[in-house]
Nanobody, 119 residues
Framework: QVQLVDSGGGLVQTGGSLKLSCAASGNIFGVNVMGWHRQAPGNQRELVATITNGGTTNYAGSVKGRFTISRDNAKNTMYLQMNSLKPEDTAIYYC?????????????WGQGTQVTVSS
């Protein structure tokens, strides 16, 4: 089992910045991928960014160049630095941890943190 606690959301004006954090605990060893997903009201949950335990990153086109994902493996914590925020970035942001056990993919989720960008 893996437990995730995400935090750092809040209210910010257009053009502002926020930094989200996700603290992981439990069986977090081995090959894994951590990521941030978001869900706005009336929309499906969408991928924002991912980072492997080796540091390889991937971003959605809508956030590339504005958001930076990182992780500190020693602290078992992942971050999302969000700059140049836009109203369309408003959503609940969820931390995700994915690994594979006996070849079976397992996904774990944080409780979500609200990000609101005012125009």
């Amino acid at each position: 089992q893996v437990q995730l606690v995400d935090s750092g959301g809040g209210l910010v004006q257009t053009g502002g910045s926020l930094k989200l954090s996700c603290a992981a605990s439990g069986n977090i060893f081995g090959v894994n991928v951590m990521g941030w997903h978001r869900q706005a009201p009336g929309n499906q949950r969408e991928l924002v960014a991912t980072i492997t335990n080796g540091g390889t990153t991937n971003y959605a086109g809508s956030v590339k160049g504005r958001f930076t994902i990182s992780r500190d493996n020693a602290k078992n914590t992942m971050y999302l630095q969000m700059n140049s925020l836009k109203p369309e970035d408003t959503a609940i942001y969820y931390c995700n941890f994915r690994n594979w056990v006996a070849g079976i993919r397992r996904d774990y989720w944080g409780q979500g943190t609200q990000v609101t960008v005012s125009s």
